[in-house]
């Protein structure tokens, strides 16, 4: 009897604590799954939690680098491109490395915002190494061997490009809002100030937070702009035309009401971007400024819950 009773309580003692045990496995795993950026890898590759945009600190141009939450990966211009050591005695980043370092091989779409060098020279690089799935532009020709470059690099990798205008909304998957503002029409023209304001600008929407990226837009665009009224209103603003005096229209920037700006600027750069005329105009809008020439690369988190909802890492703090 006692032997029987003691193989009882021994039964009931091991299987309480297999319960127990048992228990504590489940919540370990759950809380490291929960506690995990991709969830344990139970996640698709590719997933983030947040909307991550990346303003690449390319020196003197722009280049922005759009990761969605379900893995989507989508690059709107691409700097220009010096010889690499060129480009690490500057302290900058050329585009294709820099997509490279982050184990990217494939890009969903490339924006080619305007012809100019400083948005289009980069992409040579990525449309020669990267599988691309299509290309949009704003349909502005252009005279240099950059621009041959890339239509014959387009057409060589067989890429789709769709010339896009303002009302067109980009399919970036259904999490996410993308509407082009700008351009209206298709103008051909050599002169610098046009081609700038031929420059494709987009909404993009992602939850309850706006960003607007507004390539070199000037004050001509800025104007017709307005005509969106208070759909233009956004969080974020990527600084039109990198800070410089011929953009800086007041009832546009009264619109966009933006709680931070981003200037793709380069150190020491020859146009003296950005201008103090511009700066002057957004501290007194009390809006906040990250620039690429000071803080490195700037990433844009978006978690889009709330209008608030998002958060920066820059590469440093001056
Ligand atoms: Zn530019």
């Given amino acids: 009897m006692v032997e029987y009773g003691f193989e009882q309580k021994s039964f009931k003692t091991s299987s309480s604590r297999f319960i127990f045990t048992f228990l504590f496995l489940i919540f370990l795993a759950a809380w490291a799954i929960f506690l995990s950026p991709n969830l344990a890898g139970l ?3 590719g ?18 680098l759009i990761r969605t939450p379900a893995g989507k990966t989508f690059l709107v211009d691409g700097g220009t491109v010096v010889p690499l ?5 500057e302290g900058r ?3 294709h490395y820099y ?3 982050l184990g990217i091989d494939y890009l969903d779409g490339v924006v080619v915002t305007h012809p100019h060098n400083d948005h289009l020279g980069g992409i040579l690089p990525v449309l020669k190494l990267f599988k691309i799935k299509q290309v949009w532009d704003c349909g502005a020709d252009f005279n240099t061997m950059t621009f041959k470059d890339y239509v014959a690099l387009c057409r060589q990798k067989r890429i789709p490009v769709t010339v896009v205008k303002s009302g067109d909304v980009l399919d970036w998957g259904a999490e996410l809002f993308v509407q082009v503002l700008h351009p209206t029409e298709v103008v051909k023209s050599t002169e610098f100030s046009d081609i700038n304001n031929m420059s494709i600008s987009l909404l993009i929407r992602y939850g309850k937070v706006n960003l607007l990226l507004a390539g070199d837009i000037e004050e001509k665009v800025e104007i017709e702009l307005t005509r969106y009224g208070d759909k233009l209103k956004c969080q974020i603003i990527k600084v039109p035309h990198h ?3 011929t953009s800086i229209y007041k009832p546009f920037l009264k619109l966009v009401a933006p709680v931070w700006g981003i200037i793709q600027v380069g150190r020491k750069n020859v146009f003296k971007h950005p201008r103090p005329e511009m700066l002057d105009l957004y501290s007194k809008s009390g809006i906040k400024i990250y620039r690429n020439d000071h803080q490195g690369n700037i990433r844009l988190a978006v978690g889009g819950c709330d209008a608030r909802d998002f958060s920066f890492t820059v590469d440093r703090e001056l």
Avoid: C, T
């Fill in 43 to 45: 996640l698709p590759p």
């Fill in 47 to 64: 997933f983030h939690k947040d909307l991550l945009v990346d303003f690449i600190n390319v020196g003197q141009g722009d280049s922005i």
């Fill in 85 to 89: 050591a060129q480009a690490k005695s």
């Fill in 93 to 95: 980043e050329l585009v």
């Fill in 99 to 101: 997509l490279r370092n």
């Fill in 243 to 245: 800070g410089s005096d």
